[in-house]
């Protein structure tokens, strides 16, 4: 059986090497890249399942690197940032990352987050026979596309677990702690924005107001409210 494939991309060559070595003792099959100028064609040569990337690289930075492969890249991106700051979280999440993880990463917190990604991505790619429908929109999990006034919406893996996960339980006031656990496999620290982010991009993609939601509810200090018939 092939090994499941990690590119690193990081210019801390100590960093980087021990980061391979504990990745390939976990039976990853793991390529590493110092230059941010040379990252893509490694990506490209090396076709990994999942991508880790520095924020800050010579030549290309991380940030401008996840931009630019992510209309071609669908597996997952996890981005290593040294300073722990809502900017490279969020914008990170923007640019088409998958989760982050603030250095110095504890190895078993980053290998954690590595098989959670995975794990999501292997899921994300296994069909469901059911589409739901609520007025307009229609979440098809069988080709995992979402339709709302007959235009196809294009979400992300993330966003469309997210969206699934919300619809599921519509009319369910769902809070962080549950959807961290239930999309990241991990608990909700009190500081993480990813969910923010990833309800914003939803709310963005679905027509929903950004000042005044009617269809993804912020219910304040309890979570998101998907509104059954607000579509």
């Not at 699934?164 to 006031?173: F, V």
Request: one cysteine or more.
């Amino acid at each position: 059986m092939s090994k499941t494939k990690i590119l690193l991309v990081e210019d801390d060559l100590k960093l980087a090497a021990l980061v391979k070595q504990y990745l390939e003792n976990a039976g990853f099959e793991v390529a590493s890249e110092s230059d941010g100028n040379k990252a893509i064609e490694t990506l490209k040569t090396f076709s990994p399942d999942l991508l880790i990337l520095d924020i800050m690289l010579p030549g290309k930075d991380g940030l401008t690197i996840c931009k630019e492969v992510r209309p071609f890249f669908l597996n997952p991106i996890l981005m290593l940032t040294a300073r722990n700051e809502d900017f490279d979280q969020v914008l990170g999440l923007e640019f088409g990352a998958d989760d982050y993880v603030i250095k110095p990463a504890e190895p078993r917190v980053l290998l954690a987050r590595i098989n959670a990604l995975l794990r999501r991505s292997q899921y994300s790619n296994t069909p469901d026979d059911a589409a739901i429908t609520f007025g307009e929109l229609t979440i098809d999990r069988q080709s995992r596309e979402v339709t709302l006034e007959g235009t196809k919406i294009a979400l992300s893996t993330h966003e469309f677990d997210l969206l699934m996960t919300l619809s599921l339980e519509a009319g369910k006031i769902l809070n962080r702690d549950y959807l961290f656990e239930k999309l990241y496999n991990r608990e909700y620290d009190g500081l993480d924005r990813t969910m923010d982010v990833r309800v914003s991009q939803l709310r963005r993609k679905l027509g929903d107001s950004a000042e005044e939601p009617f269809r993804i509810k912020t219910v304040w200090g309890k979570g998101y409210l998907f509104v059954a018939d607000a579509w």
